[in-house]
């Protein structure tokens, strides 16, 4: 054991969005500050370095942002996904905190884009950063260190000692040796679990080994199991995850934002026996995108296959893998591994239920169904029919899990009603205090750079 | 054209395609989004829109060590270097000069020095200042085809360019484009006006965009005072050596510092920069390139200073043998990229023009 020093006043544990928030928030309130982060350099930000953009409530034209996007909108937006799971306090001061954040952003180095051309439903609710999350990480650690915030990378926290409502001290490893410092202030901001699968398995029971992490192998929630351990307040529910349908062959872990398949609604979606299981028009994006990571987790060996022919190839977004592609159906399935007779069976019954196409239109719901058949595609349901066919493999991917700490709206950590005097929560470790279930794309960077910022202010108060 | 190059381009093309998030860099992304297959020709193109200023590089989540090893600026920068080969003419030369350009730079602006050299000890021609020297005649008889044959060079290894991209029949709007685009250098801003990231891993800069500027203004006060001083020379019988205070010698001396300051500060960036990130075995090409131009404009200026020493004639016959080397080693240079960029941008004025129709 080796006593780090000089002793900082602040100890950031994680490098992400939500650490480098407070990070710079404190630095620029006088304290000395520590980044601890377990990754390597390449490596560093977290989930953080695979978003792409953030919700911004705003009441008038702001930055990239059109139109206004208000606070009662940005919250009923909320409640329609977390079915009401949510502190509306907390959910309330992310929104209202997140209109000044923008320029604070743009301030530290973040830079915006223009919106997408695919996206631009999301220009009025979401700025999407210019070269994506790794380059907003970029711009916030060229910040932090500026401000003589110290990052150690490889270093990986093992241990927060807490004693009479007070963290004492902290353990982490690196380059094979355990290090310990005593820091008058400690903000943690080292994301969810989800990239330790055994603990994934624990909640999820064994199918979860099959899942795929979209984010960084990092997560893996060694903090939060400590401090959960020692009585932290718990939120959130260990059983939740955001999971989405990826494409089966991406990597196990960070394969981020290009293995998603957007071709669902032009498919048929069957399992490994050749069978469809749901109905695949049931929604537009990205509603339909987020439940299909369940419905796949449901399916024997956790895997879906998507089958669409020559007509839709074109219809969605350009996928990383290319497609298996046949002639025929009998082929495609013998490429894919399923049963060629029962394939082409179930493509039959699906195309003898489907009735006028006239009406097809891909980006909005047709109402285009089948009749007839369990069970039905209720929107762009047309005929499977003109080859090539195309398959691709689905398997679930998660993005993050809902069980974090509780906080306060000073985003101070407690053990029962006391709050922790010097320990501070931000970002996704927390997130589960707002977000009690569902997603809003562009929330996770709102919480982490709200909190973020209420955490490193706390946490240099206390210090000084 | 290497196959490797271009089967990697195409793979790291197709991750890119898929993710999107450097849209805004520059106008590599929006072209490549355009596509859903991209063939030969299409990287080609994409290649030349490129010029290497690894803003997506750094912001890239997927580069190596992670599995799909993103590296877009090195990949395009092989395809890119590999097509400027590919069209050059005679083929022969552009291939030489990549590979050891350094070295041929300098054999030819000694080579050329030397035999200049050895005109001006054969004939004293009687002339003033310089001419006294080396008639004018002589000059012009010797750098006329010096000026002539890289046009034309150029000229076929655009049509070959043009060709290959496959883009159409040539209108006056899709120039006026692709002037445009290059004249403001909007590019070279990084989309968001913080500059590139070439000298300081992610620490955005505008030092590239600064110094590119030099030289390519250096260049074109240099050439525009040669150019003044021609026209005064054949249409106001007006004949050199001028004094200070007049056209060609302000341009001249503004333009070569310009290009002087702004070549060595291009070595300086350029050895800081990861070479990783550029083309492989280019190096000693791009370097070349710039020591010449650099040398071009520092010949001039040491010839000014030296114009009136015994030193003048040995000055004289560097200077003049470095421009010499200098255009007759344009199309197989670096000096070509501007050519190529330019066109890149004409086609992909004429593509946007096409998809808005
Ligand atoms: C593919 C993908 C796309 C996404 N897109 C968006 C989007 O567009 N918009 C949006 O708002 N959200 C998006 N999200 C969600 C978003 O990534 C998270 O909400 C957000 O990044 C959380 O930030 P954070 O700082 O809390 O955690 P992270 O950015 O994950 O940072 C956690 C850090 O803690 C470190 N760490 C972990 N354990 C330890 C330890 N024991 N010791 C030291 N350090 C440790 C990790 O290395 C990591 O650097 C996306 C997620 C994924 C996976
Ligand atoms: S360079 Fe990387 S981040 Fe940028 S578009 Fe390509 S894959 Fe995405
Ligand atoms: S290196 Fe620069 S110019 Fe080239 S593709 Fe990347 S962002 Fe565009």
């Given at each position: ?135 907003l990480v970029n711009a916030y650690y060229r910040t932090a260190e500026a401000l003589g915030v110290q990052v150690e990378y490889e270093a990986a926290v093992t241990h927060l000692e807490i004693h009479d409502d007070r963290v004492t001290h902290i353990d982490y490893t690196q380059n094979g040796e355990t290090r310990r410092i005593s820091p008058k202030s400690v903000v943690v901001a ?11 398995a624990r909640a999820w029971g064994p199918a979860a080994k099959n899942f795929l992490i979209r984010g960084t192998p990092y997560n893996r929630g060694v903090v939060l199991a400590d401090l959960l351990e020692q009585k932290v307040e718990q939120v959130g529910d260990p059983t939740q995850c955001h999971a989405v349908a990826i494409d089966g062959r991406a990597p196990k872990f960070d ?210 | ?14 991750i890119c395609n898929a993710c999107r998030y450097c849209e805004g860099y520059c106008s590599v992304f929006p072209a490549l989004h355009a596509e859903r297959a991209f063939s030969d020709g299409d990287l080609t193109q994409l290649a030349n829109l490129c010029h290497n200023c690894r803003g997506c590089y750094y912001a890239c989540q997927y580069t190596a060590p992670h599995e799909f ?289």
């Amino acid at each position: 054991m080796t006593l780090a020093s000089p002793q900082p006043d602040i100890a950031v544990i994680g490098g992400g969005n939500a650490a480098l928030c407070a990070a710079i928030t404190a630095a620029e309130a006088g304290a000395r500050v520590l980044i601890l982060e377990a990754a390597p350099k390449p490596y560093r930000g977290g989930n953080s370095r695979h978003t792409r953009n953030f919700r911004c409530m705003h009441r008038g034209p702001l930055g990239p942002l059109t139109d206004s996007y208000t606070e009662e909108e940005y919250l009923a937006d909320l409640m329609k996904v977390t079915g009401g799971k949510t502190d509306e306090g907390l959910a309330r001061l992310a929104i209202r905190s997140s209109e000044e954040c923008l320029p604070w952003m743009e301030a530290h180095g973040v830079r915006f884009q223009p919106s997408l051309s695919g996206t631009l439903s999301l220009a009025r609710t979401n700025a999407f950063f210019l070269g994506g999350g790794k380059g907003l990480v970029n711009a916030y650690y060229r910040t932090a260190e500026a401000l003589g915030v110290q990052v150690e990378y490889e270093a990986a926290v093992t241990h927060l000692e807490i004693h009479d409502d007070r963290v004492t001290h902290i353990d982490y490893t690196q380059n094979g040796e355990t290090r310990r410092i005593s820091p008058k202030s400690v903000v943690v901001a080292s994301g969810g679990f989800q990239a330790d699968t055994d603990w994934l398995a624990r909640a999820w029971g064994p199918a979860a080994k099959n899942f795929l992490i979209r984010g960084t192998p990092y997560n893996r929630g060694v903090v939060l199991a400590d401090l959960l351990e020692q009585k932290v307040e718990q939120v959130g529910d260990p059983t939740q995850c955001h999971a989405v349908a990826i494409d089966g062959r991406a990597p196990k872990f960070d394969g981020g934002i290009v293995t998603r398949l957007d071709c669902v609604p032009f498919s048929i979606v069957v399992n490994k026996n050749g069978e469809r299981f749901y109905d695949e028009g049931e929604d537009v994006w990205p509603k339909r995108y987020a439940i299909w990571g369940r419905l796949v987790a449901a399916q024997p060996d956790q895997v879906g296959y998507v089958i669409i022919d020559a007509k839709s190839l074109e219809l969605f977004m350009p996928s990383v893998f290319p497609p298996i592609k046949a002639d025929t159906l009998e082929d495609l399935a013998t490429k894919m591994g399923l049963p060629p007779a029962v394939l082409a069976e179930t493509v039959a019954e699906f195309n003898a239920a489907c009735g006028d196409t006239s009406g097809f239109h891909p980006t909005e719901l047709d109402g285009v169904s089948t009749t007839g058949i369990t069970p039905p595609k209720t929107n762009w349901a047309r005929p499977i029919t003109e080859p090539p066919f195309y398959g691709y493999s689905l398997r679930t991917g998660v993005t993050f899990t809902y069980l974090g700490l509780k906080v306060d709206e000073r985003a101070q950590c407690s053990i029962g009603n006391r709050p922790v005097s010097n320990l501070w929560a931000a970002g996704e470790t927390m997130a589960g205090s707002i977000l009690g279930q569902g997603y809003l794309a562009g929330f996770g960077m709102t919480i982490g750079t709200v909190f973020g910022r209420i955490a490193g202010k706390e946490a240099a108060a206390h210090a000084n | 054209m290497q196959t490797e190059f271009l089967e990697e381009a195409r793979r790291q093309a197709e991750i890119c395609n898929a993710c999107r998030y450097c849209e805004g860099y520059c106008s590599v992304f929006p072209a490549l989004h355009a596509e859903r297959a991209f063939s030969d020709g299409d990287l080609t193109q994409l290649a030349n829109l490129c010029h290497n200023c690894r803003g997506c590089y750094y912001a890239c989540q997927y580069t190596a060590p992670h599995e799909f090893a993103l590296n877009l600026p090195q990949a395009l920068a092989n395809v890119r270097q590999d097509s400027w080969e590919e069209f050059a003419f005679p083929r022969a030369a552009g291939q030489a000069f990549q590979k050891s350009g350094l070295r041929i730079a300098l054999a030819t602006v000694l080579g050329f020095a030397l035999l200049i050299w050895a005109m001006l000890s054969l004939a004293s021609a009687g002339g003033e200042g310089f001419y006294a020297v080396l008639a004018h005649n002589t000059m012009v008889a010797i750098f006329l085809p010096a000026f002539l044959f890289p046009l034309l060079s150029l000229a076929i290894s655009l049509r070959r360019y043009w060709r290959a991209v496959g883009a159409g029949p040539l209108r006056f709007s899709d120039l006026r484009g692709g002037f445009a685009a290059a004249a403001n250098m909007r590019n070279l801003n990084g989309g968001h006006g913080d500059g590139c990231n070439f000298e300081d891993e992610d620490r955005f800069s505008q030092g590239r965009r600064f110094a590119h500027q030099a030289v390519m203004y250096g260049f074109l006060l240099c050439f525009a005072a040669t150019s003044v001083a021609t026209l005064m020379h054949y249409l106001l019988d007006l004949r050199a050596p001028y004094p200070l205070w007049s056209l060609p010698k302000l341009l001249g001396l503004s333009g070569g510092l310009l290009l002087t300051l702004g070549c060595i500060e291009m070595i300086r960036l350029k050895l800081r920069a990861d070479p990783e990130l550029g083309a492989s075995g280019a190096t000693s090409g791009e370097f070349g390139f710039v020591a010449l131009l650099g040398f071009v404009g520092l010949s001039g200026l040491a010839l000014y200073g030296l114009g009136q020493t015994p030193l003048m004639p040995a000055m004289l016959a560097l200077h003049l043998g470095a421009v010499l080397a200098f255009f007759l080693l344009t199309p197989f240079s670096k000096m070509a990229h501007g050519f190529y960029r330019l066109a890149a941008l004409t086609a992909d004025a004429q593509k946007k023009r096409e998809v808005a129709r």
